[in-house]
């Protein structure tokens, strides 16, 4: 059974700076491609970032300068650092990770950006 668990979230001013955290298990690591997204109340779940096997990132416009992506392969984790939030940055966070055309979402982890 494939699992994907994020954790992390929290609440921060604007400004503010969280790391997100995304564990993958029941699967080998090394063959998941993985992303990250996120939805507020109201708004369609929206892409993030993602990475590749291969450790290549690609961010959405939204974030790009302000969020970095990495994975740590050997812990099975991915990482997502986000900075000098916003309150358009408040979401819940959610991980998936895909591997041959299926996708495995984790629960997410909320995030909130207020002052």
């Known amino acids: 059974q494939v699992q994907v668990k994020e954790s992390g979230g929290g609440s921060v001013q604007p400004g503010g700076s969280l790391r997100l955290s995304c564990a993958a298990s029941g699967i080998l690591f090394n063959l998941l491609d993985m992303s990250w997204y996120r939805q507020s109340p109201g708004k369609q779940r929206e892409f993030v970032a993602e990475?590749?096997?291969?450790?290549?990132?690609n961010y959405a416009d939204s974030v790009k300068g302000r969020f970095t992506m990495w994975r740590d392969n050997p812990e099975y984790t991915v990482f997502l650092q986000i900075n000098n939030l916003t309150p358009e940055d408040t979401a819940v966070y959610f991980c998936?990770?895909?591997?041959?055309?299926?996708?495995?979402w984790g629960q997410g982890t909320q995030v909130v950006v207020s002052p």
């Open positions: 990475i590749t096997t291969m450790g290549r990132a």
């Open positions: 998936k990770g895909r591997a041959w055309d299926i996708d495995y």
